[in-house]
């Protein structure tokens, strides 16, 4: 099947970028969708020529016969997730397995002792493995896939999978539902987590992080279980707790930060969620390491509410970890996302004590560094004596692409 892309479609391409959207299609979606000559080795197309999600695809632009090789999805705004820029060889599951085992043999080197058991196996387009990431928590390993043209894949990836998983100490295999997929089944909790291979997976789980403990929700945690590319920020917050006497976590949820707060020296850590299910993880993490969750605080509260409230009561913190979820899930939203940012970190700054350190996160793609710079300046703060001491972004196990911005999410911004 042959896909002709307009001139800007091709030229983001040709940089490297692994989407092409459906109106980067000359002439417009299906109907621009030709049957060409298949490899050895591809999928065949569907009858009548038109393309199903996970059929590949072979893109081409005026003037370039051929640009590169992709993944078909019918239904997603991104029409065609690119795999290949050069004719050989073909795209297919070997092709793949091989893609996949050398991004597992890159982790086999940084993450080799027993401080860390918990990390990123695949990173998708960071990867060169577009919408597919793989999440390691020690003997258990998540599948999730970004768009549905990689699932008719599934089955025959398994296999390889479960060779060089296994090889690497990872017994068990899990996919994590996509969120639309779950709750189109009418039973969402149920339909979050499917086994694939090996023994079944725990609902829950201890694993270590730089050394610490962290429990991690399999069957109803967010993302795969956990938030893993706030790893080496995690560890930043424990070195700039040591001697802070009020800690504030806002949007702890299963309390990593706040875990490391304590553990570095903090004297009391306050911890605000609106779940309350993730304050009883949260505890269990704290018992794990040795701290006793008596001695801080679980707050069940809107972070908006706790802050007004927290103004009045003229309460201080000397740190504060504000990572709240994204605020824009779409380019469309991103004005009122910063909007959000704006009003949630001015709150903040009303209770940060004078000499504190604010370290506010944002994990949208939407929102640039300097968008997230914006919604810390002086006038958003209502005061003049902050600096910015450091911007952090995902940690190496969540590799991007120069030319795919989009990869490039996380902001983790220190002030002082």
């Known amino acids: 099947m042959r896909v002709h892309l307009t001139a800007t479609a091709a030229a983001a391409v040709r940089r490297g970028h692994p989407w092409v959207y459906r109106d980067g299609i000359a002439g417009g979606g299906e109907n621009a969708v030709q049957r060409g000559e298949r490899r050895r080795g591809e999928r065949a197309p569907r009858a009548g020529g038109a393309a199903a999600t996970g059929d590949v695809v072979e893109l081409s632009a005026e003037g370039a016969p051929f640009l590169g090789r992709g993944l078909w999805d019918a239904e997603s705004a991104i029409a065609v997730r690119v795999f290949q820029r050069t004719q050989a060889p073909p795209l297919d599951e070997r092709a793949l397995a091989e893609r996949l085992e050398r991004a597992f043999a890159l982790r086999d080197g940084w993450f080799a002792g027993r401080d860390t058991t918990a990390y990123r196996l695949c ?50 295999i899990g996919l994590r539902a996509r969120a639309s997929a779950a709750a189109a089944s009418g039973d969402a909790e149920a339909k979050k987590l499917a086994h ?116 009045a009561r003229g309460d201080r913190y000397d740190l504060i970890i504000c990572d709240p979820p994204s605020f824009a899930p779409s380019e469309r939203a991103k004005p009122r996302a910063l909007g959000a940012y704006r009003r949630l970190h001015t709150a ?62 996380l902001k983790f911004v220190v002030l002082e």
Request: hydrophobic share 45%; charged share 25%; with cysteine.
């Open 123 to 172: 990173n998708g387009e960071g990867d060169r493995v577009p919408s597919l990431v793989i999440d390691r928590y020690d003997r258990a390993a998540v599948v999730r896939l970004d768009g549905g043209m990689l699932a008719p894949w599934l089955d025959r990836l398994l296999p390889h999978l479960a060779r060089a998983l296994g090889a690497r100490g990872v017994r068990s």
């Open 196 to 311: 694939l291979h090996g023994p079944p997976l725990p609902d829950r789980l201890f694993v270590r992080e730089t050394g610490v403990a962290m429990e991690v929700d399999l069957a109803r945690g967010q993302k795969t279980g956990a938030f893993l590319d706030q790893r080496d920020n995690r560890a930043r917050v424990r070195a700039l707790a040591a001697g802070r006497r009020r800690v504030l976590n806002l949007f702890s949820y299963a309390g990593g930060f706040s875990v490391a707060a304590a553990l570095g020296g903090a004297g009391r850590v306050t911890s605000v969620d609106s779940a309350s299910a993730a304050h009883a993880s949260a505890q269990r993490t704290f018992r794990e390491n040795g701290v006793d969750p008596a001695a801080h605080d679980f707050v069940t509260a809107d972070a908006f509410d706790f802050l007004e409230k927290a103004h």
């Open 348 to 409: 903040v700054a009303r209770v940060l004590d004078r000499g504190g350190l604010l370290c506010a996160a944002s994990c949208s793609s939407h929102i640039t560094a300097e968008d997230f710079l914006a919604t810390l300046d002086d006038a958003t703060l209502e005061r003049d004596d902050l600096r910015v001491r450091a911007i952090h972004g995902q940690p190496e196990d969540h590799p991007t692409l120069p030319a795919w911005w989009e990869g490039r999410y």
